[in-house]
């Protein structure tokens, strides 16, 4: 099992930054991909970003492109969603998510609040 935790939502003005930070423990060492999804009222949950642990490779939305980067700290076992230009469309419930094992089982956090407006 893993548990993730995430923080670092709040409200911010267009053009501005937030960095979302998720936790994992439990049997933290058996990840094998961390990511950001986002969604929105009436809408499909959506891939913003992922890392795979092994090799490092990335993927971004390409909405995002340019915007944010996905980052993790092996040591803490935390992975950081940096969020820089930040638009009024980027305003969701964002959730981490990791997918450990090998079956690839996927987990939620419990989602943080992302606001963008003036």
């Known amino acids: 099992q893993v548990q993730l935790v995430e923080s670092g939502g709040g409200l911010v003005q267009p053009g501005g930054s937030l960095r979302l930070t998720c936790e994992a423990s439990g049997s933290s060492f058996m990840i094998n991909a961390m990511g950001w999804y986002r969604q929105t009222p009436g809408k499909q949950r959506e891939l913003v970003a992922r890392r795979i642990i092994s090799g490092g490779s990335t993927t971004y939305a390409d909405s995002v492109k340019g915007r944010f980067t996905i980052s993790r700290d092996n040591a803490k076992n935390t992975v950081y969603l940096e969020m820089n230009n930040l638009k009024p469309e980027d305003t969701a419930v964002y959730y981490c998510?990791?997918?450990?094992?090998?079956?690839?089982?996927?987990?939620w956090g419990q989602g943080t609040q992302v606001t963008v407006s003036s």
């Open positions: 998510n990791a997918n450990a094992g090998r079956f690839w089982t996927e987990y």
